[in-house]
Nanobody, 122 residues
Framework: QVQLQESGGGSVQSGGSLKLSCAASGDTRCMGWFRQAPGREREGVASINADGRTWYADSVKGRFTISQDNAKNTVYLQMNSLKPEDTAMYYC???????????????????WGPGTQVTVSS
């Protein structure tokens, strides 16, 4: 059983930064961040495999960075140059099996956190 808890969400102005954290209990080999804005489908944002392999959605490349601290079993999402369109509920996801491809597919993940809200104002 894996439990996930996100933190670090909040409200910032356009161009600002936030760092999300996801603390995991249990074995996690594939971890990802997803987001869902009101009226929109959930979308993958970034993922990281146990071997350090990462994937980013085109919309966040160059602005967001995913990283992990294996000692703390925590994954981070550093978000810079935030835009109003980044406003969404952000969810951490994890699975004890390594990412099958790039980790963008929500179906790969068996465990999800409750989410943390990110709001970017213009």
């Amino acid at each position: 059983q894996v439990q996930l808890q996100e933190s670090g969400g909040g409200s910032v102005q356009s161009g600002g930064s936030l760092k999300l954290s996801c603390a995991a209990s249990g074995d996690t080999r594939c971890m990802g961040w997803f987001r869902q804005a009101p009226g929109r489908e959930r979308e993958g944002v970034a993922s990281i495999n146990a071997d350090g392999r990462t994937w980013y959605a085109d919309s966040v490349k160059g602005r967001f960075t995913i990283s992990q601290d294996n000692a703390k079993n925590t994954v981070y999402l550093q978000m810079n140059s935030l835009k109003p369109e980044d406003t969404a509920m952000y969810y951490c996801a994890a699975d004890p099996i390594e990412c099958d491809y790039d980790g963008r597919d929500a179906e790969e993940y068996g465990y999800w956190g409750p989410g943390t809200q990110v709001t970017v104002s213009s």
